[in-house]
């Protein structure tokens, strides 16, 4: 069993769609990270969160540590918005498997 | 200068060629990192070296050789390198605390996209 899972796999939403991606971790961290891959492989890091919530423009990251999960929003969606969202826990970098979102016109 | 930098973006080696990736950054970060990525998965942590020295290697093969000659630059020397390793190779570099705690914010590369033929 992964100690990071992610859900859902893949998610296709149209454009001004309310999106949540979840994340749960069965290990200890000090920290979680939220990172966006588009095609083509470059990464960014869209949060670092280890209590409560963070918002960046239309995104939103929450996490509950007692429950070891950890949930990222994405208000009014766009199609720009379309890459893998991946969650990673911070004691060793382990990460989630993706999440693929396809954001339609 | 809020970048890391990768060259080369691809690279095509032969099984009995030696190659070497390289990943730099400016912003005074004191950890870097190698991740390996596959093809839709997600990125596989290799090696982190914490003040140019190498604290994590997750049992790599030897074909894999990584390098860092000074605070803002990171190698990775290929040599001998099956099919199997063709992949994504990312570098990350991020701040350390000063209890050595690599505990911070990783920034990313855009990656070296290897095919090994």
């Known amino acids: 069993k992964n100690e990071v899972e992610q859900s859902p796999q893949n998610l296709t939403a149209q454009e001004g769609e309310f999106i949540t991606i979840n994340c749960s971790y069965s290990v200890g961290i000090s920290a979680l990270h939220w990172l966006q891959q588009h095609p083509g492989g470059g990464i960014v890091s869209l949060f670092m969160?280890?209590?409560g919530k963070k918002k960046h423009g239309r995104l939103i990251a929450t996490i509950n540590i007692q429950e070891k999960h950890s949930s990222l929003h994405i208000t009014a969606s766009h199609p720009r918005d379309s890459a893998v969202y991946i969650c990673a826990v911070h004691n060793d970098m382990r990460f989630g498997a993706g999440t693929r979102l396809t954001v339609k016109p | 200068d809020t970048e890391v930098t990768q060259t080369p973006k691809h690279l095509v080696m032969g099984m009995t060629n030696k190659k070497s990736l390289k990943c730099e950054q400016h912003?005074?970060?004191?950890?870097m990192y190698w991740y390996k990525q596959k093809a839709k998965k997600p990125p596989e942590l290799m090696f982190v070296y914490s003040y140019e020295k190498l604290s994590i290697n997750e049992s790599v093969p030897s074909r894999f050789s990584p390098e860092c000659p000074n605070s803002s630059l990171l190698n990775l020397h290929l040599h001998a390198l099956q099919p199997e390793d063709s992949a994504l190779y990312l570098c990350?570099?991020?701040?350390?605390?000063?209890?050595?705690?690599?505990?911070?914010?990783?920034?990313f590369g855009p990656g070296t996209r290897l095919t090994v033929l």
């Open positions: 990350a570099s991020s701040q350390v605390w000063s209890d050595g705690r690599a505990d911070n914010e990783q920034f």
């Open positions: 969160l280890s209590s």
């Open positions: 912003m005074g970060h004191r950890a």
